[in-house]
């Protein structure tokens, strides 16, 4: 049933699948109180295991994964769900948007090599006809139609590193609280002495006071389509037509993936000499802003662009991996229609939701060992009475 819970698009429909599937008789209310108690247990477990890590004697002595880790993925993102107010009565009071905090915690192979094994800017970022989806405003009437193209070619194969195993966190909690969290999994998975350490995020400002705070061993990556988005916003700005756009935006994102993030960021600088500053007062939209914002985006986070080390490095420059993760996580807690309470309730469906998503069967691992379980091990059989 909690399996249901955390993998149908819905109560209702789990409870239709129950008894259909199942033969198993559970209304939908039923069903969301069994998950909202199971999701309780696994955040007090996880805030168990949190103190217990935090109040561990300094320096802390890592553990060691039993089989050694090439490369330790770590990244982390923002994501939202529909909240209403805890304790309010039938309907939706107080409906408003929450942000979640996610993580995700990724084995992977290591490879390396002596020299960038792609120092070209892969084919579908210079497709307007593929960025259409990622870029807003991108013109395709005048342009050929792209080819069937991997989502990165080289001719060194296999250079990415591959995902071999996952495990992941959600939370409602602020990220001063969510730091700890992601220190204590990362601890028990071993991942502090892995060989190669990876910390991918957005340019977020909590994303890297979290890493400076607790995963300052890990190599600092700035997401690549991030970096992406912000060169095409600050072209728009500065470009005549969209033909020229996509040419200064290609030659950018070009500079950028090759390492050379101080030219992208010296020639936003004469463009904002061009344009003028923003004033204090104007609007977000306002191409000053967007431009000046870019600048201030690129410079701040110069030290995490070095995608060329990376590549040779083998470690991850874009946080596909995560967005992945962020999707599978939405597709159960997000939409328009759907309202969890505030509080303890909303933050207990993102527990049973991402332990249903780990690779290590948590969730199942829990529900068979929880106190009162007839699987679990405290339990011993009664015999039948005659």
């Given at each position: 049933m909690i399996l249901v819970g955390a993998h149908a698009p819905s109560y209702a429909v789990g409870a239709k699948l129950l008894e259909v599937v199942g033969e198993i008789g559970i209304s939908s209310r039923q069903l969301n109180n069994l998950t909202a108690k199971i999701g309780t247990e696994l955040a007090d477990q996880r805030d168990a295991n949190v103190a217990a890590y935090v109040d561990e004697p300094l320096p802390r002595e890592h553990r060691t994964a039993e089989t050694p880790i090439a490369l330790a993925y770590l990244s982390i993102d923002g994501g939202r769900m529909q909240t209403r107010l805890h304790g309010g009565g039938p309907g939706v009071h107080d409906p408003h948007w929450r942000e979640t905090k996610n993580a995700l915690f990724l084995r992977m192979n290591g490879v390396s090599f002596e020299e960038d094994p792609h120092p070209e800017l892969p084919k579908c970022f210079a497709d307007r006809y593929r960025m259409k989806t990622l870029l807003p405003g991108v013109a395709v009437a005048d342009s050929p139609r792209g080819q069937p193209l991997e989502m990165i070619s080289?001719?060194?194969?296999?250079?990415?590193?591959?995902?071999?195993?996952?495990?992941?966190?959600?939370?409602?909690?602020?990220?001063k609280k969510f730091g700890p969290m992601m220190a204590a999994e990362a601890e028990s998975r071993g991942?502090?002495?892995a060989v190669k350490r990876a910390f991918v995020g957005d340019g977020l400002l909590y994303n890297w006071t979290i890493h400076a705070a607790y995963f300052p061993t890990f190599t600092a990556v700035l997401d690549f389509v991030h970096a992406v988005e912000h060169a095409y916003a600050a072209a728009r700005c500065l470009a005549a037509n969209n033909d020229d756009t996509?040419?200064?935006?290609?030659?950018?994102?070009?500079?950028i993936w090759q390492g050379r993030v101080s030219e992208v960021v010296a020639a936003l600088r004469g463009g904002q000499d061009r344009i003028g500053l923003p004033p204090t007062d104007c609007d977000e939209s306002d191409p000053r802003k967007i431009v000046a914002d870019t600048i201030a985006y690129f410079a701040?986070?110069?030290?995490?662009?070095?995608?060329?080390?990376?590549?040779?490095?083998?470690?991850?420059?874009?946080?596909?991996?995560m967005e992945s993760f962020v999707k599978e996580l939405n597709h159960r807690v997000k939409g328009t229609e759907k309202f969890w309470n505030d509080g303890p309730s909303g933050e207990a469906i993102l527990q049973v939701?991402?332990?249903?998503?780990?690779d290590d069967d948590r969730?199942?691992?829990h529900l068979r060992s929880r106190p009162g379980t007839p699987q679990a091990p405290n339990v011993h059989p009664v015999a039948a009475a005659g």
């Open positions: 080289s001719t060194v194969s296999d250079w990415r590193p591959e995902k071999l195993f996952r495990t992941c966190l959600s939370s409602l909690a602020s990220s991942f502090y002495q996509w040419a200064l935006h290609l030659s950018w994102t070009t500079s701040n986070n110069a030290s995490r662009m070095r995608y060329p080390t990376y590549r040779r490095e083998g470690l991850p420059v874009t946080s596909c991996h939701r991402a332990a249903a998503l780990c969730l199942v691992r």
